[in-house]
């Protein structure tokens, strides 16, 4: 059964409103072998509202030869145009073969984002660095760009850097010492946000389990993009020591100073928790020391604690919590469970008290 966040994108591809990271997406997703099957009923579904009068007869071959010449002999501004005249022309008399020409369309066409890709007058080759949970990894790119990758993120980045632009694609969270070039902006694309530079320093969080994606500025300047509830695109440039959070549910953005060190710590193997709640406390557990951990109760969630840790291994961070949050930390068999511990919550309201009396 398609999930409802793919029904949504199937949505928004036929409504013409797709990111390119979204096309990236979509495009992963139909290619695997299993989701022709599953994704055939909710075509149907989507080519009676969002195109009733698609009837009679096509064919497919003769469509994906004009595409694909059309792609070929156009630069990457009018892949876009070329993409949506092709999903226009083709007619439904079998869905399954409609399905196909989708795909291999979709697949043309989104490959001017990633992979091998003719936007300009030679090929670029995309690379993808996957790292996982309790790791990290630094790569320098072809310009001079060095980036280091957080845990559980992906990078997608050209061997080679295009004509025009360098273009990367970021799942999770990376931080980018860009190398400046005038001639040819550097810009990151994640699944909501597009963050454009000439040449700075700066830390993307764009975790998809995460409900807001945060860009930290440490030195230049950025510009970022992001669409409004309205699907408008909205702008905003962002100066040294600010941070730019975009809202997923909400889709806006919202601009404040910070401490840049503390969103850069990771690079360093530091963690650095500045009223951060246990759950995003955990969520960093779980990543640098890839850890099976959870909370189970509700309560503590939206505790919040303020600290930082070096070198200390995860045991011992456990051990800290435990001392300064009503909390218990219990292994299993199955992994790490965060309780909620009511006498320690006392014993801290306790010692709280007995300090404001000192004082």
């Not at 495009?27 to 072998?33: A, E, G």
């Not at 007058?121 to 790292?131: D, F």
């Not at 694609?169 to 550097?186: I, M």
């Not at 246990?278 to 779980?286: A, F, G, H, I, T």
Request: net charge positive; hydrophobic share 35%; aromatic share 10%.
């Amino acid at each position: 059964m398609i999930s409802e966040s793919k029904i949504k994108l199937l949505q928004k591809f036929f409504k013409d409103q797709c990111t390119e990271y979204e096309l990236l997406d979509l495009t992963r997703w139909i290619n695997q072998p299993e989701t022709l099957d599953e994704i055939l009923p909710e075509f149907k579904k989507l080519l009676a509202e969002y195109n009733p009068d698609m009837e009679g007869a096509f064919d497919s071959e003769k469509v994906l030869e004009q595409i694909q010449k059309k792609i070929a002999n156009n630069k990457e501004q009018n892949n876009k145009k070329v993409f949506k005249q092709a999903k226009q022309r083709i007619l439904f008399r079998n869905l399954l073969k409609y399905a196909a020409v989708f795909f291999i369309a979709l697949t043309v066409f989104a490959s001017g984002y990633f992979l091998l890709v003719k936007p300009e007058s030679h090929q670029i080759t995309y690379i993808e660095k996957t790292v996982p949970n309790g790791k990290k990894a630094k790569i320098v790119l072809s310009d001079g760009t060095r980036v280091w990758i957080n845990a559980n993120s992906t990078l997608k980045y050209p061997l080679k850097m295009g004509k025009h632009f360098r273009k990367v694609f970021l799942t999770g969270e990376a931080y980018f010492d860009v190398v400046k070039n005038k001639k040819k902006p550097f810009i990151v694309i994640t699944r909501d946000i597009k963050i454009k530079v000439l040449g700075t320093a700066f830390d993307v969080n764009a975790y998809p389990d995460n409900e807001r994606i945060k860009t930290t500025l440490v030195r230049g300047k950025v510009n970022i993009t992001g669409n409004n509830k309205k699907n408008q695109e909205q702008h905003v440039v962002l100066l040294p020591g600010q941070q730019a959070i975009y809202f997923k549910n909400a889709n806006y953005i919202q601009v404040h100073k910070v401490n840049t060190a503390q969103y850069t710590a990771w690079i360093k193997g530091e963690l650095i928790f500045n009223e951060t709640t246990l759950e995003n406390v955990v969520k960093q557990l779980r990543r640098r020391f890839n850890l099976n951990i959870s909370i189970q109760d509700t309560e503590i969630r939206n505790y919040k604690y303020t600290g930082q840790f070096s070198h200390e291994s995860p045991e011992e961070i456990m051990r800290i919590l435990e001392k300064v949050t009503p909390t218990q930390f219990i292994k299993t068999d199955h992994g790490i469970i965060v309780k909620f511990d009511s006498k320690r919550k006392n014993m801290l309201y306790k010692r709280k008290e007995e300090n404001n009396t000192r004082n």
